[in-house]
């Protein structure tokens, strides 16, 4: 059975970071675009960032530009999300997802992933 395993998440200051981790098993997730989507309290689920497992092109959603970044460990089946200067904006839960399709995930559309981890919640607060 598939699964995603998502790990990292926390409570931190407004500045603080934290690094999510998406796990996979048995995937091997090179040959996957995966994305990271959010939720935050009463808001649609939206896409924060994502990696295309074609041309290896990693994609922001504006609002986390220059302050998260997406990576892939492929030796370990994991990918990341580095998230620096969080902001109370980025609270909610975090999703990592994996798909394959042949077109850019910047789309960030729901239905193109297969696979879906559980979750984990970012709650940033003072």
């Known amino acids: 059975q598939v699964q995603l395993v998502e790990s990292g998440g926390g409570s931190v200051q407004p500045g603080g970071s934290l690094r999510l981790s998406c796990a996979a098993s048995?995937?091997?997730?090179?040959?996957?675009?995966i994305a990271w989507f959010r939720q935050a309290p009463g808001k649609e689920r939206e896409g924060v960032s994502c990696?295309?497992?074609?041309?290896?092109?990693?994609h922001y959603t504006d609002s986390v530009k220059g302050r998260f970044t997406i990576s892939r460990d492929n030796a370990k089946n994991t990918v990341h999300l580095q998230m620096n200067s969080l902001e109370p904006e980025d609270t909610g839960v975090y999703y990592c997802?994996?798909?394959?399709?042949?077109?850019?995930?910047?789309?960030?559309?729901?239905?193109?992933?297969?696979?879906w981890g559980q979750g984990t919640q970012v709650t940033v607060s003072s």
């Open positions: 997802a994996a798909g394959t399709f042949n077109y850019y995930c910047s789309g960030y559309v729901p239905t193109d992933y297969n696979y």
């Open positions: 048995p995937l091997a997730l090179d040959y996957f675009s």
């Open positions: 990696s295309n497992s074609g041309d290896g092109s990693l």
